[in-house]
């Protein structure tokens, strides 16, 4: 099984700022098959990128990806307000049995 | 619009039982591959199940093989997860989520929709 370590546990940061959240895998994620959810409190998680740089219908261009083999990356450009939220990446393949990192909290400094 | 509806939540006793639903809505069900997701609270997601979209595959978290069992009825648009043998280490809020296909054939294994979630507490 693939584990996902996710860095920092938690950014503090200033609306206007840049986010950089990275997500390693303890073994090669094949094909960049590696996506990033957003979860707001009390709100169900919502995909933000997949095949590690694609953004998902309706993200703003603010949210980027990048990376590849074990090391990935989530950039949101400029945070806005909206943006403080708990990220989580998932590693998924040719099963159903992907894997998630534990997550990073962006939240305002 | 995608819709994803979960309802049969609920406070049960260790060792109990719970049926949970997912109604769904907006795209062709018989068509996706779905999956249940679980998020104990304070904590991380957690992959629980899968079944294909004809229903004939079904998939299980080591952490609830043999007591939970997924499946769907195509006709009434609705996912299922029958879950038995409840623990303590249950407790979670459980989310419905469809696989997206790409080129209409291919199931690529990340979520493109979640519902809102199901609360299921264990506890005596």
């Known amino acids: 099984e693939i584990v996902l370590t996710q860095s920092p546990g938690t950014l503090s940061l200033s609306p206007g700022e840049r986010a950089t959240l990275s997500c390693r895998a303890s073994?090669?994620?094949?094909?960049?098959?590696l996506a990033w959810y957003q979860q707001k409190p009390g709100q169900a998680p919502r995909l933000l990128i997949y095949?590690?740089?694609s953004r998902a219908t309706g993200i703003p261009d603010r949210f980027s990806g990048s990376g590849s083999g074990t090391d990935f990356t989530l950039t949101i450009s400029r945070l806005e307000p909206e943006d403080f939220a708990v990220y989580y990446c998932?590693?998924?393949?040719?099963?159903?049995?992907?894997?998630f990192g534990q997550g990073t909290k962006v939240e305002i400094k | 619009e995608v819709q994803l509806l979960e309802s049969g939540g609920g406070l049960v006793q260790p060792g109990g039982s719970l049926r949970l639903s997912c109604a769904a809505s907006?795209?062709?069900?018989?068509?996706?591959?779905m999956s249940w997701v679980r998020q104990a609270p304070g904590k991380g997601l957690e992959w629980v199940s899968a079944?294909?979209?004809?229903?004939?595959?079904?998939y299980y978290a080591d952490s609830v093989k043999g007591r939970f069992t997924i499946s769907r009825d195509n006709s009434k648009n609705t996912l299922y997860l029958q879950m038995n043998s409840l623990r303590a280490e249950d407790t979670a809020v459980y989310y419905c989520a469809k696989y997206p296909l790409v080129f209409g054939v291919v199931i690529m294994y990340y979520f493109d929709y979640w519902g809102q979630g199901t609360l299921v507490t264990v506890s005596s």
């Open positions: 079944i294909s979209g004809s229903g004939g595959s079904t």
């Open positions: 998932q590693q998924y393949g040719s099963s159903p049995r992907g894997t």
């Open positions: 095949g590690a740089s």
């Open positions: 907006g795209f062709t069900f018989s068509s996706y591959a």
């Open positions: 073994q090669s994620v094949s094909s960049s098959y």
